[in-house]
């Protein structure tokens, strides 16, 4: 995994801590969590910089809930928050 994929990661990971504790009283369940994750990421990380431009807060909400499908469908064993980076780095700076 290289720098920029790393810190994707890294930044996925802390969306996830966010909004476990944003949505404590429900214990994080949030059916709209996609959008929620977008938002942060859009506008209140560094992904953009990481990524060379924000993406567009929709396609990212879409390409969430789609990875999330593939993710849970067992097509890997990787941590989410790295097989996530990878093809959204992939995605949208690639």
């Not at 990661?9 to 959008?35: K, M, N, P, Y």
């Not at 953009?48 to 390409?63: F, H, I, Q």
Request: cysteine-free; charged content about 30%.
């Amino acid at each position: 995994m290289d720098d920029r994929t790393e810190k994707v990661s890294a930044l996925l990971h802390e969306a996830g801590e966010t909004h476990h504790q944003v949505f404590r009283i429900t214990e994080g369940a949030d059916d709209d969590w996609a959008t929620w994750y977008s938002d942060w990421l859009v506008n209140h990380s560094e992904l953009p910089d990481l990524l060379g431009a924000a993406p567009v807060r929709s396609e990212l909400t879409w390409m969430l809930v789609q990875l999330d499908k593939d993710y849970t469908a067992g097509v890997s064993s990787d941590r989410w928050e790295d097989w996530y980076a990878d093809r959204l780095v992939s995605h949208f700076a690639g």
